[in-house]
C-alpha cells in the first residue's frame, strides 16, 4: 500500500513493571501503580502539551514492544475467558496483533518538564508512547454501551486476604507495599489456574522480586522480596 504509515515513538514509559507478568490486564486496574511518560527529543517543548493540565486523563496508544512477531493467527485465548474459548484478535485487547499497539487510559497526576506522571498504568517499564490524546468524558463514557464477556469488572479480594509479612514490608518500603497490594488482590495468575493453592508465583515490581502465593480460603501470602538482580525468582515456577 503506498499510504502505509511509519510511526516513529514520541516519549518512552517508565513504570514499575520490569516484564509482562504481573502487569495489570488494563489500564486503572491499579491506582497506586504510577508511571512516567518522558518525552524524546523533538517532543518535550513546553508547548506539546500547553492546554493538557485542564483534562483529568489522557489516552495513551503504545507499542507491544516485548511481544514476538504476530503469527499470523486470527484468533486468540483471552483470559476472561479462561484461556479456553477463542475470540477474533479485533474482538479482543489481546497484545498479539497485527500492528502490537496498545490503547490505555491512565490518570494525568502532573505535568512535569517534558514529561507526565500517570497513574494507573498496564505497560511494561520502556514501552513506547506514540501518541498521547486527552479524555473526553462527555463523548468517550458511553454508559449504556454493551461488552458481553467484558461486562463485569474482576474478582477483587479484601485488603486483609493480601498478607505481607512485616520484615518484607519493612524492607521494599511503604510505596511498594500498597502497590503491592492492591496488585494481589487481583487475580495475576493465568485463568485456568485460578482456584489452585501451593503454587508460587513471582515478579518483578518496582525494582524487587517478589515470590508468593494462593492459599486456602481464596487470599494471598507473599513469601519473600529480593532486590531484583541479587536472586530470586522472577517467573511463574511451578
Given amino acids: 500500500m503506498s499510504d502505509v504509515i511509519q510511526l516513529s515513538p514520541v516519549a518512552i514509559l517508565r513504570t514499575p513493571f520490569a516484564e509482562k507478568f504481573g502487569v495489570p490486564r488494563q489500564s486503572g486496574l491499579i491506582p497506586e501503580a504510577e508511571g512516567r511518560v518522558e518525552f524524546l527529543a523533538g517532543f518535550s517543548a513546553p508547548d506539546f502539551v500547553r492546554g493538557l493540565e485542564?483534562?483529568?486523563?489522557?489516552?495513551?496508544?503504545?507499542?507491544?514492544?516485548?511481544?514476538?512477531?504476530?503469527?499470523?493467527?486470527?484468533?486468540?485465548?483471552?483470559?476472561?475467558?479462561?484461556?479456553?474459548?477463542?475470540?477474533?484478535?479485533?474482538?479482543?485487547?489481546?497484545?498479539?496483533?497485527?500492528?502490537?499497539?496498545?490503547?490505555?487510559?491512565?490518570?494525568?497526576?502532573?505535568?512535569?518538564?517534558?514529561?507526565?506522571?500517570?497513574?494507573?498504568?498496564?505497560?511494561?517499564?520502556?514501552?513506547?508512547?506514540?501518541?498521547?490524546?486527552?479524555?473526553?468524558?462527555?463523548?468517550?463514557?458511553?454508559?449504556?454501551?454493551?461488552?458481553?464477556?467484558?461486562?463485569?469488572?474482576?474478582?477483587?479480594?479484601?485488603?486483609?486476604?493480601?498478607?505481607?509479612?512485616?520484615?518484607?514490608?519493612?524492607?521494599?518500603?511503604?510505596?511498594?507495599?500498597?502497590?503491592?497490594?492492591?496488585?494481589?488482590?487481583?487475580?495475576?495468575?493465568?485463568a485456568y489456574q485460578d482456584g489452585e493453592t501451593g503454587r508460587v508465583y513471582g515478579m518483578t515490581l518496582a525494582g524487587w522480586n517478589i515470590t508468593w502465593r494462593a492459599v486456602e480460603g481464596g487470599g494471598v501470602e507473599v513469601l519473600e522480596a529480593m532486590l531484583h538482580g541479587q536472586g530470586g525468582t522472577t517467573s511463574l515456577t511451578p
Fill in 54 to 190: 485542564t483534562f483529568s486523563h489522557v489516552w495513551l496508544v503504545t507499542g507491544f514492544h516485548q511481544n514476538p512477531p504476530w503469527t499470523g493467527a486470527a484468533t486468540v485465548r483471552p483470559p476472561r475467558l479462561g484461556g479456553n474459548e477463542r475470540v477474533g484478535v479485533f474482538a479482543s485487547r489481546a497484545p498479539n496483533r497485527p500492528n502490537g499497539l496498545g490503547l490505555s487510559l491512565v490518570h494525568l497526576l502532573a505535568i512535569e518538564d517534558g514529561a507526565l506522571r500517570v497513574g494507573g498504568v498496564d505497560m511494561v517499564d520502556g514501552t513506547p508512547v506514540y501518541d498521547v490524546k486527552p479524555y473526553i468524558p462527555w463523548c468517550e463514557a458511553l454508559p449504556d454501551a454493551k461488552a458481553d464477556w467484558v461486562r463485569e469488572a474482576p474478582f477483587v479480594r479484601g485488603e486483609d486476604a493480601v498478607r505481607i509479612p512485616a520484615d518484607v514490608a519493612a524492607m521494599v518500603g511503604e510505596g511498594t507495599v500498597r502497590l503491592l497490594r492492591q496488585m494481589l488482590r487481583l487475580d495475576l495468575q493465568p
